[in-house]
Protein backbone atom coordinates (compact mmCIF):
# COMPACT_ATOMS: atom_id res chain seq x y z
CA UNK A 1 0.00 0.00 0.00
CA UNK A 2 2.93 2.66 0.91
CA UNK A 3 4.45 1.83 -2.58
CA UNK A 4 0.98 2.80 -4.04
CA UNK A 5 1.16 6.23 -2.53
CA UNK A 6 4.49 6.89 -3.41
CA UNK A 7 4.03 6.46 -7.22
CA UNK A 8 1.10 8.71 -7.04
CA UNK A 9 0.80 12.49 -7.48
CA UNK A 10 0.76 14.13 -3.96
CA UNK A 11 -1.49 16.36 -5.66
CA UNK A 12 -4.30 14.66 -6.84
CA UNK A 13 -5.23 13.36 -3.35
CA UNK A 14 -5.30 14.57 0.80
CA UNK A 15 -6.37 12.61 3.56
CA UNK A 16 -8.56 13.59 6.06
CA UNK A 17 -9.92 12.30 9.75
CA UNK A 18 -13.27 10.75 9.46
CA UNK A 19 -15.72 12.36 12.34
CA UNK A 20 -17.09 10.00 14.68
CA UNK A 21 -19.89 11.46 17.22
CA UNK A 22 -19.39 10.97 20.76
CA UNK A 23 -21.69 7.99 21.68
CA UNK A 24 -21.72 6.51 25.12
CA UNK A 25 -23.35 3.70 26.42
CA UNK A 26 -23.87 3.14 29.86
CA UNK A 27 -25.15 0.11 31.74
CA UNK A 28 -27.97 0.41 34.58
CA UNK A 29 -25.27 -1.06 37.13
CA UNK A 30 -23.25 1.94 36.19
CA UNK A 31 -25.72 4.30 37.31
CA UNK A 32 -26.10 5.25 41.06
CA UNK A 33 -27.17 7.85 43.60
CA UNK A 34 -25.11 11.09 43.80
CA UNK A 35 -24.44 14.28 42.05
CA UNK A 36 -24.57 15.24 38.39
CA UNK A 37 -23.46 18.81 36.94
CA UNK A 38 -24.42 18.56 33.22
CA UNK A 39 -26.44 20.74 31.08
CA UNK A 40 -28.71 18.90 28.45
CA UNK A 41 -30.55 19.99 25.83
CA UNK A 42 -33.16 17.67 24.31
CA UNK A 43 -34.22 18.73 20.61
CA UNK A 44 -36.63 15.59 19.82
CA UNK A 45 -37.89 12.82 21.90
CA UNK A 46 -39.16 12.58 25.55
CA UNK A 47 -38.74 10.68 29.16
CA UNK A 48 -41.89 8.61 29.90
CA UNK A 49 -43.35 6.04 32.01
CA UNK A 50 -46.43 4.78 31.34
CA UNK A 51 -48.26 7.73 29.28
CA UNK A 52 -47.52 6.75 25.65
CA UNK A 53 -48.35 10.42 24.62
CA UNK A 54 -49.04 13.98 25.75
CA UNK A 55 -52.45 12.87 26.64
CA UNK A 56 -54.76 12.36 30.02
CA UNK A 57 -55.48 8.69 28.86
CA UNK A 58 -53.10 6.52 30.65
CA UNK A 59 -51.46 6.84 34.32
CA UNK A 60 -47.46 8.31 34.65
CA UNK A 61 -45.75 11.06 32.76
CA UNK A 62 -44.60 12.51 29.35
CA UNK A 63 -41.26 14.97 29.10
CA UNK A 64 -39.95 15.84 26.05
CA UNK A 65 -40.90 17.84 22.50
CA UNK A 66 -43.80 17.22 20.52
CA UNK A 67 -43.83 18.91 16.97
CA UNK A 68 -41.14 21.06 17.99
CA UNK A 69 -42.87 22.31 21.14
CA UNK A 70 -41.55 21.33 24.75
CA UNK A 71 -44.24 19.64 26.56
CA UNK A 72 -44.67 17.68 30.07
CA UNK A 73 -47.93 15.59 31.44
CA UNK A 74 -47.88 14.13 34.85
CA UNK A 75 -50.72 12.23 36.18
CA UNK A 76 -54.09 10.17 35.26
CA UNK A 77 -57.36 10.80 33.51
CA UNK A 78 -58.63 12.35 36.89
CA UNK A 79 -56.15 14.13 38.62
CA UNK A 80 -53.13 15.10 36.18
CA UNK A 81 -51.06 18.74 35.46
CA UNK A 82 -50.19 19.27 31.88
CA UNK A 83 -48.07 22.15 30.52
CA UNK A 84 -49.01 21.92 26.40
CA UNK A 85 -46.32 24.77 25.73
CA UNK A 86 -49.01 27.76 26.12
CA UNK A 87 -51.51 26.53 29.05
CA UNK A 88 -50.54 25.18 32.52
CA UNK A 89 -53.87 23.00 33.60
CA UNK A 90 -54.90 21.38 36.62
CA UNK A 91 -57.16 19.35 37.51
CA UNK A 92 -58.00 17.58 40.82
CA UNK A 93 -57.49 18.56 44.64
CA UNK A 94 -54.31 20.86 45.52
CA UNK A 95 -53.26 20.18 49.18
CA UNK A 96 -51.13 23.44 50.29
CA UNK A 97 -49.92 24.78 53.43
CA UNK A 98 -51.25 28.27 52.13
CA UNK A 99 -52.43 30.33 49.05
CA UNK A 100 -51.13 33.15 48.31
CA UNK A 101 -51.78 35.57 44.90
CA UNK A 102 -50.71 38.93 44.32
CA UNK A 103 -48.12 39.76 46.80
CA UNK A 104 -49.33 42.02 49.95
CA UNK A 105 -51.20 44.93 48.11
CA UNK A 106 -54.77 45.70 47.32
CA UNK A 107 -54.98 43.30 44.68
CA UNK A 108 -53.65 40.28 46.83
CA UNK A 109 -55.80 37.22 48.11
CA UNK A 110 -54.99 35.00 50.30
CA UNK A 111 -55.36 31.18 52.29
CA UNK A 112 -54.00 30.79 55.26
CA UNK A 113 -53.67 27.00 56.64
CA UNK A 114 -56.15 27.39 59.16
CA UNK A 115 -58.99 28.26 56.19
CA UNK A 116 -58.90 31.92 57.15
CA UNK A 117 -59.74 33.38 53.59
CA UNK A 118 -58.74 37.14 53.08
CA UNK A 119 -58.17 39.79 50.00
CA UNK A 120 -56.60 43.00 49.78
CA UNK A 121 -54.12 43.08 52.17
CA UNK A 122 -51.00 40.95 53.26
CA UNK A 123 -52.72 39.65 56.62
CA UNK A 124 -56.04 38.37 57.97
CA UNK A 125 -56.19 41.59 60.30
CA UNK A 126 -55.66 43.68 57.93
CA UNK A 127 -57.58 43.17 54.99
CA UNK A 128 -60.66 44.94 54.10
CA UNK A 129 -62.40 41.84 52.82
CA UNK A 130 -62.08 38.69 54.78
CA UNK A 131 -64.28 35.59 55.57
CA UNK A 132 -63.09 33.68 58.82
CA UNK A 133 -63.09 29.70 58.89
CA UNK A 134 -65.22 30.46 61.67
CA UNK A 135 -68.20 32.10 59.47
CA UNK A 136 -67.43 35.39 60.43
CA UNK A 137 -67.11 37.84 57.32
CA UNK A 138 -65.72 41.41 57.12
CA UNK A 139 -66.87 43.71 53.77
CA UNK A 140 -66.62 46.98 53.08
CA UNK A 141 -69.91 47.18 51.13
CA UNK A 142 -71.97 44.25 49.74
CA UNK A 143 -75.13 44.45 46.60
CA UNK A 144 -76.64 41.69 46.49
CA UNK A 145 -78.84 41.11 43.65
CA UNK A 146 -81.18 38.75 44.39
CA UNK A 147 -83.11 37.46 48.05
CA UNK A 148 -81.72 35.77 50.42
CA UNK A 149 -83.63 34.50 53.37
CA UNK A 150 -81.79 33.76 56.72
CA UNK A 151 -83.19 34.14 60.15
CA UNK A 152 -80.56 35.98 61.94
CA UNK A 153 -81.05 38.84 59.63
CA UNK A 154 -84.39 38.57 60.03
CA UNK A 155 -84.50 38.35 63.86
CA UNK A 156 -82.29 41.54 64.20
CA UNK A 157 -85.35 43.40 61.22
CA UNK A 158 -87.86 42.76 64.59
CA UNK A 159 -85.45 44.02 67.35
CA UNK A 160 -84.94 47.17 65.15
CA UNK A 161 -82.15 46.90 62.64
CA UNK A 162 -82.44 50.05 60.12
CA UNK A 163 -81.88 49.14 56.65
CA UNK A 164 -82.82 52.61 55.65
CA UNK A 165 -83.73 56.02 57.04
CA UNK A 166 -85.49 58.55 56.23
CA UNK A 167 -85.71 60.95 59.39
CA UNK A 168 -86.34 64.05 58.87
CA UNK A 169 -89.57 65.49 60.72
CA UNK A 170 -92.36 66.68 58.15
CA UNK A 171 -95.39 68.73 58.45
CA UNK A 172 -98.85 67.44 57.34
CA UNK A 173 -101.11 70.59 56.04
CA UNK A 174 -103.08 68.33 53.65
CA UNK A 175 -106.65 67.60 53.69
CA UNK A 176 -106.63 65.05 51.44
CA UNK A 177 -103.47 62.13 51.48
CA UNK A 178 -100.68 63.30 50.04
CA UNK A 179 -96.67 61.73 49.69
CA UNK A 180 -94.98 63.12 52.51
CA UNK A 181 -91.66 60.19 51.50
CA UNK A 182 -90.77 57.71 49.49
CA UNK A 183 -87.99 55.34 49.24
CA UNK A 184 -87.04 53.60 46.05
CA UNK A 185 -86.23 49.57 46.20
CA UNK A 186 -83.32 47.97 44.53
CA UNK A 187 -84.09 44.34 45.44
CA UNK A 188 -86.82 42.22 45.00
CA UNK A 189 -88.01 41.20 48.90
CA UNK A 190 -90.25 41.90 51.37
CA UNK A 191 -89.88 44.94 54.06
CA UNK A 192 -91.00 45.99 57.12
CA UNK A 193 -92.47 49.54 57.08
CA UNK A 194 -92.06 52.04 60.07
CA UNK A 195 -93.23 55.38 60.39
CA UNK A 196 -94.55 57.65 63.19
CA UNK A 197 -97.18 60.79 63.36
CA UNK A 198 -99.08 62.88 65.88
CA UNK A 199 -100.97 65.57 65.87
CA UNK A 200 -99.20 69.47 66.31
CA UNK A 201 -101.93 70.97 68.88
CA UNK A 202 -104.29 68.01 69.93
CA UNK A 203 -107.33 69.26 67.63
CA UNK A 204 -108.13 66.82 65.56
CA UNK A 205 -105.95 64.13 63.97
CA UNK A 206 -103.14 63.23 61.63
CA UNK A 207 -103.66 60.16 59.50
CA UNK A 208 -100.97 57.88 58.12
CA UNK A 209 -100.96 55.21 55.29
CA UNK A 210 -98.16 53.14 53.28
CA UNK A 211 -98.67 53.50 49.60
CA UNK A 212 -97.01 51.29 46.49
CA UNK A 213 -96.28 53.13 43.36
CA UNK A 214 -98.81 56.33 44.64
CA UNK A 215 -101.61 53.15 45.57
CA UNK A 216 -102.37 52.10 48.96
CA UNK A 217 -100.69 49.18 50.17
CA UNK A 218 -100.93 49.57 54.05
CA UNK A 219 -103.32 49.94 56.60
CA UNK A 220 -104.28 53.57 57.74
CA UNK A 221 -103.22 54.99 60.85
CA UNK A 222 -104.27 57.95 63.11
CA UNK A 223 -103.34 59.83 65.58
CA UNK A 224 -104.98 62.90 68.11
CA UNK A 225 -102.40 63.23 70.51
CA UNK A 226 -99.31 65.00 70.68
CA UNK A 227 -96.83 62.65 71.63
CA UNK A 228 -95.73 60.33 68.06
CA UNK A 229 -96.61 57.49 67.91
CA UNK A 230 -95.12 54.19 65.48
CA UNK A 231 -96.83 52.04 63.61
CA UNK A 232 -94.63 49.14 61.26
CA UNK A 233 -96.42 46.12 58.89
CA UNK A 234 -94.97 44.16 56.11
CA UNK A 235 -95.03 45.25 52.58
CA UNK A 236 -94.43 41.69 50.44
CA UNK A 237 -93.73 41.12 46.81
CA UNK A 238 -92.05 44.22 46.51
CA UNK A 239 -89.62 44.40 43.08
CA UNK A 240 -86.71 46.15 42.22
CA UNK A 241 -88.01 49.98 40.73
CA UNK A 242 -90.91 50.05 42.98
CA UNK A 243 -91.70 52.93 45.16
CA UNK A 244 -92.88 52.51 48.87
CA UNK A 245 -94.05 56.06 50.38
CA UNK A 246 -95.50 57.37 53.32
CA UNK A 247 -99.28 59.57 52.58
CA UNK A 248 -100.45 62.05 55.16
CA UNK A 249 -103.03 64.23 55.84
CA UNK A 250 -104.70 66.13 59.00
CA UNK A 251 -108.27 66.92 59.80
CA UNK A 252 -107.88 70.33 61.59
CA UNK A 253 -104.76 71.04 62.73
CA UNK A 254 -101.36 70.34 61.40
CA UNK A 255 -99.93 66.87 61.66
CA UNK A 256 -96.49 65.79 61.68
CA UNK A 257 -94.71 62.09 60.40
CA UNK A 258 -90.90 61.18 60.98
CA UNK A 259 -88.92 58.16 61.32
CA UNK A 260 -90.07 56.85 58.18
CA UNK A 261 -87.72 53.41 57.68
CA UNK A 262 -87.05 50.55 55.97
CA UNK A 263 -86.22 47.48 58.07
CA UNK A 264 -85.28 43.86 56.39
CA UNK A 265 -87.38 40.37 56.67
CA UNK A 266 -85.78 39.44 53.20
CA UNK A 267 -82.21 41.66 52.98
CA UNK A 268 -83.50 44.74 51.17
CA UNK A 269 -81.75 47.76 49.37
CA UNK A 270 -83.56 51.13 48.43
CA UNK A 271 -82.52 54.77 47.78
CA UNK A 272 -83.89 57.66 49.99
CA UNK A 273 -85.82 59.16 46.98
CA UNK A 274 -87.58 62.35 49.75
CA UNK A 275 -86.47 62.77 53.27
Known sequence: MSELYETLNKGLYKLSPTAR????????????????TSEVEQNVGNWRNGKLDFTNVE??????????????????????LNWDGTTLTISGTISAGAIDIGGADATSFHVDSAGNTWWGAAT??????SISSAGDAVFNSIIIAGVILDTQVEAAANTGSVAKAADTTRTVTAAAYA??????????????????L???T?????FGRIYKNGV??????????????????????????????LYAYKTIDNGEVTTFRLRAVIIPNATVNTD
Open 59 to 80: SGYILGVDQGVAKFYIGDATNY
Open 124 to 129: FGAAPA
Open 216 to 245: AAGTERSNATTSFVAYNETISGLVAGDLIQ
Open 202 to 206: GSGST
Open 198 to 200: RNT
Open 21 to 36: PQVYEISPEQITSGTS
Open 179 to 196: KIKEFAILVDGSYDVYFA
